[in-house]
């Protein structure tokens, strides 16, 4: 979210307390510990999450073990399908080698920007979430790592 307005505060949490209401619109920020989850595939997910530092590693659980789907380093995205398309985790996310800070884009700022957005480009924007999830789910199925 590099286009944020200049009314937006920067406000730090740890992993799993809320950021403290200021009355005004705010970017969260938090900071993950190594080896600890972000989200655990299956869960509701509620907000999308910025890569500032560290590195973030996604990976489902299959019938012979984690099968790492990918890592996501400073400046990618990570959690947004949810926020697409309403449906759970697809995998989980925990923080690799060292401590993550993450900015946390939630459904509300997300909805936001896609309000404005041409009805096709969000219908395109659809369809490629629900050919990702698909995609995933067979390379899962079948054991295959993409990373």
Do not use: C, W
């Not at 989200?39 to 984690?66: C, P």
């Amino acid at each position: 979210m590099s286009d944020t307005d200049n009314s937006d505060e920067v406000v730090t949490a740890e992993a799993g307390q809320p950021a403290a209401n200021t009355g005004s619109s705010k970017v969260e920020l938090r900071v993950i510990n190594p080896n600890h989850h972000v989200f655990r595939e299956g869960e509701v997910g509620d907000m999308a999450f910025i890569v500032r530092t560290g590195t973030i590693e996604v990976y489902k659980m299959t019938d012979t073990g984690e099968l790492i789907l990918g890592t996501v380093g400073k400046g990618g995205m990570f959690g947004e399908m949810a926020l697409i398309d309403n449906q759970p985790r697809m995998a989980s996310a925990r923080a690799k080698d060292e401590d993550v800070e993450l900015m946390v884009i939630t459904r509300q700022m997300l909805e936001k920007k896609l309000d404005g957005m041409d009805p096709f480009i969000k219908a395109l924007v659809n369809i490629m979430t629900s050919h990702i999830r698909k995609l995933a789910k067979s390379l899962s199925d079948s054991n295959v790592s993409v990373s």
